[in-house]
């Protein structure tokens, strides 16, 4: 999952950059609404963090902005419990807000429920067959034994999950699961998927020739 924050205090974005990668997520960060609204518009995110207070254009007119072309589902920081922002931002169109100071756990919690909702998935856990899925735990089981997959392995099994039934290509997998400075041959998708069928089972992925990936 691809996550841009948009948020100007350093240290804020620094800390949030780095607990969403520690749970899994490639990050990208902008420190202003304009580079923000402008990555934003360009290209697919599975989720926005969006600051109100920004330098120049402030997270109110990033939002109204976006929504104009697109439904990225965005999560609003705000420095002010106040009831006309909670109503702005809804209004405006963001999926879910948090007050500032807020727990970095409680953050990443309504991020993984944000997605979730997103690709119109309600529940936290899977059974497909033998194997059971844990996306909150980010644990996956066969036949109730523990299989430990490599992060990279995670997220495509994780990524293919959310849009199940959809046919996802490699070049969308490496949107939403590599970093854009990260060309190194770990990128190879196929080998990933190999590894994933070793430990999973040959049928859970399909490949369709051409166009990509499907979990049924
Ligand atoms: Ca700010």
């Keep these: 999952m691809k996550i841009l924050v948009i948020e100007d205090e350093p240290r804020l974005a620094h800390n949030l950059a780095k607990a969403m990668r520690e749970d899994g997520y490639v990050v990208e960060t902008a420190d202003n609404g304009a580079e923000g609204l402008f990555r934003a518009e360009n290209q697919d995110y599975d989720a926005l963090v969006l600051d109100v207070m920004l330098p120049g254009m402030d997270g109110w007119t ?47 919690a309504r991020l993984r429920a944000l997605i979730r909702r997103s690709v119109g998935q309600a529940v936290s856990r899977w059974e497909i067959k033998e194997l059971e899925f844990d996306t909150r735990a980010r644990t996956v089981r066969k036949a109730g034994v523990p299989i430990v997959l490599t992060a990279r392995e995670y997220a495509i099994v994780e990524y293919l999950i959310l849009h199940r ?21 770990s990128n190879l998708v196929d080998v990933h ?16 020739r051409g166009q990509g990936y499907c979990i049924e």
Excluded: C
């Design 165 to 185: 039934g959809e046919v996802i290509s490699r070049t969308q997998l490496y949107e939403h699961l590599w970093d854009e400075n990260d060309d190194t041959l």
């Design 62 to 108: 990033v939002l109204d902005r976006l929504r104009r072309s697109k439904r990225t589902p965005v999560l609003m920081l705000t420095a002010r419990d106040h009831p006309k922002d909670r109503v702005r931002g809804l209004d405006t169109g963001a999926d879910d807000y948090l007050v500032k100071p807020f727990d970095l756990s409680e953050l990443l």
């Design 193 to 208: 998927v190999f590894s994933i069928r070793k430990k999973l089972g040959a049928d859970l992925i399909t490949t369709r």
